[in-house]
């Protein structure tokens, strides 16, 4: 099993322009998150989904957007990119709520 | 209420030392108590995890421990090698929960050096 994979792996994008971060699970997991990382921080929650067609916002959701049109995809859409948005990305997912959470290998995203 | 306090931020032992991590939660409703370890350009991944029914859990040389009344829990790690070193992160959560009360809360991470 390829477990949760995201895409791509590095990006570069200028202030003011928009990116889709993919991210696919073939674990048939119901709960599906997006984290970012920063140096020193941590990971902090930036929307969740607990089933296709149903997401929340989690600790710093602003300038994201997310969809869950299946169970396997969460993509996380950047609007209007910031410098604060640089940053690791990461995609995880679990079969239900907290217990053992699989994450992707990242996203490696600045902003310019 | 919801933090999860993590310390210390890095820490460099020898070989063979015992590298030990503390957590501190606040939400006396967390049942669940997990660790992650996160090796460079890689994502975090799910080592040891243990719910307050027990004050210590064991697996190969990794413990927690875990005290419910001064609500911290610990990562010890025996014999401490080189390929241990990477980032550990405590997280907690009410794992019976969906939706936002299930979610796990992070710790901001320490970050381990083993010395040959």
């Known amino acids: 099993n390829a477990g949760v994979t995201q895409t791509p792996k590095f990006r570069i994008l200028k202030i003011g322009q928009s990116m889709t971060l993919q991210c696919t699970q073939d674990?048939?997991?119901?709960?599906m998150y997006w984290y970012r990382q920063d140096p020193g921080m941590g990971l902090k929650l930036i929307y969740y989904?607990?089933?296709?067609?149903?997401?929340d916002k989690g600790e710093v959701p602003n300038g994201y957007n997310v969809s869950r049109s299946t169970t396997e995809d969460f993509p996380l859409r950047l609007e209007l990119a910031a410098p604060s948005q640089t940053s690791v990305y990461f995609c995880a997912s679990s079969y239900q709520g907290s217990y053992g959470y699989t994450f992707g290998s990242g996203t490696r995203l600045t902003v310019v | 209420q919801q933090q999860v306090k993590q310390s210390p931020q890095s820490l460099i032992v020898q070989k063979g030392g015992i590298p030990i991590i503390n957590c501190a939660y606040e939400?006396?409703?967390?049942?669940?108590f997990p660790w992650y370890q996160q090796f460079p350009g890689k994502g975090p991944a799910l080592l040891i995890a243990i719910r307050p029914d027990v004050s210590e859990k064991k697996e190969g040389r990794f413990t927690i421990s875990f005290n419910k009344s001064a609500k911290q829990f610990s990562l010890h790690i025996m014999d401490s090698q080189p390929g241990d070193s990477a980032t550990y992160f405590c997280a907690a959560s009410r794992e019976d929960y969906g939706g936002s009360q299930g979610n796990l809360i992070f710790g901001k991470g320490t970050k381990l050096s083993v010395k040959p």
């Open positions: 989904s607990v089933g296709a067609g149903i997401t």
């Open positions: 939400n006396t409703a967390f049942d669940y």
């Open positions: 674990m048939n997991h119901n709960y």
